[in-house]
């Protein structure tokens, strides 16, 4: 097996890896946002904030997870590493 090539395996894993991990931010990231809303708009706080902050977190983590497997050749914050060809030999 040569060194550039990934096994599709492991391209799939690394799929699943960057939804989960964006799954947590975006959860843990809306849920604080939702409760700091519930503390600040509210004169004690309330479940429905947070509930609601947890649920747009899984609906933005689970887009960007439906993206990332359906359109695999669109490239959104990923590294790209360029191969030069070799042109020194042209055919007649």
Not at 35 to 62: D, E, N, Q, Y
């Amino acid at each position: 097996m040569a060194t550039g090539d990934v096994r599709s395996e492991d391209e799939l894993g690394e799929k699943w890896d960057r939804c989960l991990q964006d799954g947590g931010i975006k959860i843990a990231g809306s849920t604080a946002v939702g409760f700091v809303s519930s503390m600040l708009l509210c004169k004690r706080p309330h479940a429905w904030p947070l509930t609601l902050g947890i649920g747009i977190g899984i609906g933005m983590a689970f887009t960007n997870c439906q993206r990332e497997f359906q359109n695999p050749y669109l490239l959104f914050g990923q590294k790209l590493k360029v191969v030069k060809k070799d042109t020194t030999t042209q055919e007649a």
